[in-house]
């Protein structure tokens, strides 16, 4: 007898959900997709959805929604001012948040957009544990600078560690000193840290933050796209919160935040919507001026009544402990598998997505052949998986003769939408990847044959050096 059992405590991961409505995947062979590569000129943003089997492009807007958010779609109330929706949705938040005021927007680039418009511009400075590459554009496109503060273990690939996400509290109170207060508006954190692997950052460092931004009077802003996958871990790796439940964990976490910015896209589980939530009173009425100008009354913000309904209700599915352990154990049930078979991955894995480590898996390809492209078109190519290059051809740069500067690390994303792919996908993937890696003394590097000036990496053409 085991009286206190449940599915957390067993090895097999199983889902905790029955699937009611489902999508074909269309099943296709490796002749096929190899027309369609070269069809794409082997760029996985060119290819139709249709023509791939497992879809990790991103877990941005991919979530499968529940039976009970479907049915909170049927309630939308589509009032242009003072939904119904829209108090339900302005209520979970507040709860969620402890916040005051709350502002719904179509996706997080849009709070971001209102807030760096209000806040940024020429001379001020924005610290963050690490920004996402939206809030940056923001920050920037305002005339303000995006300076990051990731850790030394964070900036690691190998190291493994418990809160790689967190900020290096002590550079950020240098910082604070050497540019003066009065140019900070405000100081991010993002939880979890994508651009850093998806790591989490600890309480305690929220907490030191928070007092680094307090002694200067700086307002301390969560980016929190990840905020439940962030509480769970922290339930699970920090000391003192292994009984707490994630609700207090995340009331607590947001307990040192003066605002935040979210795209529901992410922990709301649903496939657009966003906020911004503030207690600065005179800053939330400059918001939902510029907000009825860019995206709607503030009531709606740029969505429908439908849309909120089904934020409120993701919002609290989110938080649900058997979803939580299912989500971060399966990405870390094929970081595990990978690592095991002797696939190089970033350590250790996130909790929406695992890295590989394209310039270990092909050692042989220079960096000025990208290496991570070349694992990309193989994932597909063997088993119509869509993985992302997250490196030098998404972030190189080229010198004034022309030559390519490259990216920190050259990296692979299989980010994994939630609720969508059941452990035998994953099973799938973790094979596709292995035979991939056995064939890397074959995979060739790959050349640029036409780009655009900016954000290359959407709309770059590829061809494969002989
Ligand atoms: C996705 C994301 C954003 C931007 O949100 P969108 O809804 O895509 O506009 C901002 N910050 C982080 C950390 C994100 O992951």
Not at 418 to 444: F, M
């Amino acid at each position: 007898m085991h009286p206190r059992r449940t599915a957390i405590n067993m090895k097999t991961i199983i889902e905790p959900f029955k699937i009611k409505s489902i999508e074909p995947i269309n099943f296709t062979t490796e002749r096929e997709r190899e027309a369609y590569l070269r069809r794409a000129f082997y760029n996985m943003f060119l290819l139709p959805a249709e023509e791939v089997l497992i879809d990790l492009l991103t877990d941005s807007g991919t979530s499968a929604m529940s039976a009970r958010q479907w049915a909170g779609m049927m309630e939308g109330d589509e009032a242009y001012a003072g939904a119904k929706s829209f108090f339900r949705f302005e209520h979970k938040v507040r709860q969620l948040t402890g916040l005051r005021y709350i502002i719904p927007t179509h996706q997080g680039r849009a709070a971001e957009k209102i807030l760096f418009t209000i806040v940024g511009g020429k001379g001020k400075y924005i610290p963050n544990n690490s920004h996402f590459d939206t809030t940056r554009a923001n920050i920037e496109f305002s005339g303000a600078e995006a300076v990051d503060f990731p850790t030394q273990e964070g900036r690691d690939p190998d190291v493994i560690a418990d809160f790689k996400g967190n900020m290096d509290v002590t550079g950020l109170e240098e910082f604070i000193v050497r540019v003066g207060a009065t140019n900070i508006p405000l100081c991010m954190m993002t939880v979890t840290n994508n651009s850093g692997g998806g790591q989490p950052v600890s309480m305690q460092n929220i907490r030191e933050t928070k007092a680094v931004c307090t002694k200067h009077g700086i307002p301390l802003f969560l980016d929190a796209c990840r905020f439940a996958e962030n509480a769970y871990f922290i339930k699970k790796r920090e000391k003192g919160y292994a009984d707490v439940p994630v609700k207090d964990i995340v009331k607590e976490m947001f307990s040192y935040a003066d605002g935040s910015t979210m795209s529901a896209k992410k922990d709301a589980i649903v496939n657009m919507g966003g906020f911004l939530a503030l207690n600065d009173e005179a800053l939330a009425t400059q918001a939902r001026n510029l907000l009825i100008v860019t995206e709607g009354f503030p009531t709606y913000g740029g969505l429908a009544g439908r849309d909120l309904e089904a934020i409120a209700q993701g919002l609290e599915e989110v938080l649900d402990e058997h979803y939580l352990h299912y989500r971060i154990r399966s990405v870390e049930y094929l970081g595990e598998r990978l690592s095991t078979a002797g696939v190089p991955i970033l350590q250790p894995p996130g909790g929406h997505a695992i890295y590989l480590n394209a310039k270990k898996f092909l050692p042989h390809v220079p960096v000025e052949e990208y290496p991570g492209q070349s694992v990309v078109v193989e994932l597909y190519r063997l088993g119509g998986i869509r993985s992302v290059e997250i490196g030098s051809v998404m972030f190189g740069k080229y010198d004034q003769q022309g030559k390519l500067i490259p990216a920190r690390m050259e990296l692979v994303r299989l980010a994994i939408p939630r609720r969508v792919y059941t452990q035998s996908h994953i099973d799938y993937v973790i094979e596709v990847v292995i035979e991939a890696h056995q064939r890397q003394n074959v995979l060739k590097g790959y050349r640029i044959i036409e780009e655009a000036p900016m954000l290359r990496h959407f709309t770059a053409k590829f061809e494969p050096i002989a």
